[in-house]
T-cell receptor, first 118, second 113 residues
Framework: DVKVTQSSRYLVKRTGEKVFLECVQD?????MFWYRQDPGLGLRLIYF???????EKGDIPEGYSVSREKKERFSLILESASTNQTSMYLC?????????????????FGPGTRLTVL | KQEVTQIPAALSVPEGENLVLNCSFT??????LQWFRQDPGKGLTSLLL?????REQTSGRLNASLDKSSGRSTLYIAASQPGDSATYLC????????????FGAGTRLFVKA
């Protein structure tokens, strides 16, 4: 079974702190994603990565950065946390898309990190 | 811009009832559509994935349909059980491939024993 793990289930930080959220997957997936989930808004893509050291901005990248030094690990960084970044953060991974992957073209999610910024 | 809407936002049904959850999307040029389940405070679990060329997918008591022309998908749950209580999310991957998936806000389902 695919396993996606996130470093913390719950995290409380203060405004202005630098915050690292870590995500690790064990299935050799090329793609990794960071989403945030807020009530009534669904999941919104922050950043994604399709290969080591490669990254692309999602729909709401402002205030965030990412790092992917190894294939299995994708980190989300809040350079200076703010109260409006209080949210549930979800990491996901998937195989690289393409005709051979159509049957397995799904994202596997971690359990989430609930971040509170005071 | 693709938008995904799920109605209703919440639904409460007695155990044993058959039910339908609805998902609509504004751009019919999709690559695939996926239904996920999310338990409170947890991540998402994939239930069914429908490719753009398919009309439906089935898994156990679940059946998902896709009508691209009308921009609609439904998730049918037969003989609902209290263990089905969760939030169900619909997600659409855009037709040009790539990686962006647009999620609906979800329908929160309560199945009463």
């Amino acid at each position: 079974d695919v396993k996606v793990t996130q470093s913390s289930r719950y995290l409380v930080k203060r405004t202005g702190e630098k915050v690292f959220l870590e995500c690790v997957q064990d299935m050799d997936h090329e793609n990794m994603f960071w989403y945030r989930q807020d009530p009534g808004l669904g999941l919104r893509l922050i950043y994604f990565s399709y290969d080591v050291k490669m990254k692309e901005k999602g729909d709401i990248p402002e205030g965030y950065s990412v790092s992917r030094e190894k294939k299995e690990r994708f980190s989300l960084i809040l350079e200076s946390a703010s109260t409006n970044q209080t949210s549930m953060y979800l990491c996901a991974s998937s195989f690289n898309w393409g005709p051979r992957d159509r049957a397995t073209d799904t994202q596997y999610f971690g359990p989430g990190t609930r971040l509170t910024v005071l | 811009k693709q938008e995904v809407t799920q109605i209703p936002a919440a639904l409460s049904v007695p155990e044993g009832e058959n039910l339908v959850l609805n998902c609509s999307f504004t751009d019919s040029a999709i690559y695939n559509l996926q239904w996920f389940r999310q338990d409170p405070g947890k991540g998402l679990t994939s239930l069914l994935l429908i490719q753009s060329s398919q009309r439906e997918q089935t898994s156990g008591r679940l059946n998902a349909s896709l009508d691209k022309s009308s921009g609609r998908s439904t998730l049918y749950i037969a003989a609902s059980q209290p263990g089905d209580s969760a939030t169900y999310l619909c997600a659409v991957r855009r037709g040009t491939g790539g990686f962006k998936t647009i999620f609906g806000a979800g329908t929160r389902l309560f199945v009463k024993a």
